[in-house]
């Protein structure tokens, strides 16, 4: 980050006071975590499930030279600079917003049901072939991520490319506030979280929230073929409205698309002689790189200097990422989160798929569906057929709808469902995986089929 004085600190949270011995010394990097503290870094004591004000000592010894404190001012510790705040992590927002405004990039806003760190993954490297970018990594996408990617931002970044991530209502709409997006995209209305967003369209509206920041004369770039869009935008509005889809009547649009196992290759409307491919599986990983260079026409790119970027963009990990598994067996790792949407097109990408080996699903719980939990899980049971799949292999509660949806499909020993413990499963994968398997595994990040993942690589 741009080094920013402790007199500018104070000035951008609003402090109610402070006190340093040195009100021009500079601040390097901004940390929540004491043990990531180090010379010249303000500490930000955050509370969650404990309290950061405890750990200030920490932070001192590793370098710290100042910290934001909302506690009492006579608890607080005297061999560092102390700035006086209301409330922490509105104090790491509002500097987050000031430096933003200091370092002035272009920002890319980012959310979406599925496909929001794909897409925010491509949209940073086709960016990147012309602009100098920073983007959000990790899982950095709530209110407290979100800031600290902003003040993690080199000060020459011409491009900010943000992941802005939901649960319920309310909270894209601080987000993009914040950030106030030069460009937001919104990359599909799935189901996730309808525990707390009650429906689809509920699911809309907080996406929708984005729109809240965009600048005037903006571009909002979203899904042409999704209805719930077009029905819950604003009336009246200055921003640019851009659709992405593989329709025609899309505004940036696909055709001649070829799945491959590794690549995707496919034609765009925007230059029909340049030939693009992705490093990726999936026509809805293509729908996520129309948004990316949707962006990148925006700001004034063609789709010829975009090309090699996209194909050679890095994934972040856990997303559709093919890995060499026991017994020369090969996964395909997408077990970070789901949702039925997303579910539902890998499984159909998967078992699209040229077979080599035996191809195999390893199915986890999806999380946050509510009461139509059990119905949606054994809908999925129309993407899962003997043709496609040798053997299916089910984890969790939740997935207990799909496996009595599935029994009677499916021959004896193909079918397997898992409750509890993980060892069982892994070791019956184990003895049954051979050379040039193909094994899809999928879930919520919280079913932790990670764990299964780490156990069958090699």
């Known amino acids: 980050m741009k080094p920013l004085r402790i007199i500018d600190v104070v ?20 940390v929540f975590d004491s043990r990531k503290a180090m010379p010249d870094s303000l500490f930000v004591p955050l509370q969650g499930e404990t309290d950061g004000h405890d750990y ?82 990790g899982n950095y996408n709530n209110e407290i991520g979100m800031p600290m990617t902003i003040l993690e931002m080199p000060e020459d970044t011409e491009v900010l490319v943000l992941e802005m991530g939901m649960s319920n209502f309310g909270e894209i709409s601080l987000l993009s506030r914040l950030a106030k997006p030069d460009i937001a995209i919104v990359t599909l209305i799935g189901d996730s979280h309808l525990e707390f967003l ?92 129309l948004a990316a260079l949707a962006a990148a026409q925006v700001l004034g790119m063609t789709i010829a200097e975009v090309k090699e970027a996209l194909a050679t963009f890095q994934l972040t990990a856990n997303r559709t990422q093919w890995l060499d598994g026991v017994n020369g067996s090969q996964l395909l790792n997408d077990a970070y989160n789901a ?12 078992a699209n798929l040229p077979r080599e080996g035996k191809k195999i699903a390893v199915l986890g719980d999806i999380r946050e569906l509510g009461e139509r939990s059990a119905e949606m899980h054994a809908a999925l049971a129309t993407e899962i057929s003997p043709e496609d799949f040798d053997q299916v292999y089910l984890y969790g509660t939740e997935m207990g709808a799909l496996y009595e949806n599935l029994k009677t499909a499916f021959p004896e020993g193909t079918l397997y469902h898992y409750v509890g413990e993980k060892a ?30 780490a156990a069958l690589r090699v």
Do not use: C
């Not at 698309?257 to 409307?269: A, E």
């Not at 949702?339 to 998967?350: D, E, G, N």
């Open 11 to 30: 000035k951008a949270v609003g402090a109610i006071d402070y006190t340093s011995a040195n009100r021009f010394a500079e601040i390097n990097s901004v």
């Open 56 to 137: 200030v000592q920490s932070a001192i010894k590793n370098g710290a030279a100042a910290t934001l404190w909302s506690r009492a001012a006579g608890e607080a510790p005297e061999d560092i600079a102390v700035i006086l705040v209301d409330d922490t992590l509105e104090a790491l927002q509002k500097l987050a917003e000031a430096y933003l405004d200091m370092i002035q990039p272009k920002v890319v806003a980012i959310t979406g049901s599925n496909g929001k760190t794909t897409t925010k993954d491509m949209t940073a490297a086709v960016l990147s072939a012309r602009f100098r970018v920073h983007k959000t990594e």
């Open 198 to 289: 009650g429906s689809r369209r509920g699911i809309a509206r907080a996406k929708l929230e984005i729109l809240e920041g965009l600048k005037p004369e903006g571009t909002f770039i979203y899904p042409g073929d999704e209805p719930l869009i077009a029905e819950e935008l604003p009336q009246e509005s200055n921003f640019r409205q851009l659709t992405f889809g593989t329709d025609e009547t899309a505004a940036v649009n696909a055709y001649d698309i070829v799945p491959g196992k590794t690549r995707t290759t496919f034609h765009v409307n925007l230059d029909p002689n340049v030939d693009l491919e992705i490093p990726v599986l999936g026509v809805y990983n293509v729908r996520n790189a």
């Open 339 to 350: 949702s039925p949407t997303s579910m539902t097109a890998v499984l159909r990408s998967f």
């Open 424 to 453: 069982p499963l892994i070791e019956k994968l184990k003895a049954e995986l051979q050379k040039a398997d193909q094994v899809l595994i999928k879930s919520s990040f919280g079913t932790d089929l990670l764990a299964v993942v």
